[in-house]
């Protein structure tokens, strides 16, 4: 079988993109997440015959050819669309790099530039990989990924046990060229009992080559 057709029949679902935490009308929390690398996951997964979901954050990147796309903005909204859309899905795929932490609460007004200093609460955001790989609806394969900025095979190791998955991807952001904001990306790849390297590349090819092990695993999972 040609990689063209080894998600066929499958339903994968991709969560893509920063999350955006409003601290008031005009302010709010984000990160460096491009969004680039879930959404070539969802194109690629398409390509090989996958029905696609692609939930995203805030990005302005096209929807890839033959993906559905539903867009949200923070991470609660992330969580509802990715419980919503769970039921029947064979793959999650969480490329999102969710928010940790969010305001407890936004102001509805512009916050005034009053005192020398502004003291920002923030509240932990619900970890939807995690719950989802703890979830009635669990699909067969949940993947993770782990942005890293050193000691990879114990961060990665211990998100892959901690959250319950069967893959976790993980990539060293401290490297430059690779990861948040680039086209290129490498990524080691680790289940309970293997680890495997996805050379540098665009992340297109990368994204293929992840999918490939992820068409592997539910081969064995049938
Ligand atoms: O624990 P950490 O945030 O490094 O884990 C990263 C992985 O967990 C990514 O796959 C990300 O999409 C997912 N995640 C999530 N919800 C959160 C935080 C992370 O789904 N609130």
Partial sequence: MTDNARLAGMRLLVSAGPTFEDIDPVRFLGNRSSGKMGFALAAEAAAMGAQVTLIAGPVALPTPAGVRRIDVRRALE????VLAELPGQDVFVAAAAVADYMPEHTAAQKIKKTGDTLTLVLVKTPDILAEVAGHPERPRCVVGFAAETGDLERYALGKLREKRLDMIAANDVSQP??????DDNALSVFTADARQEIPFGPKSQVARALLVLVADRLDLKL
């Fill in 177 to 182: 060229g690779v990861g948040f904001e680039c």
């Fill in 78 to 81: 992330m969580r509802t669309a």
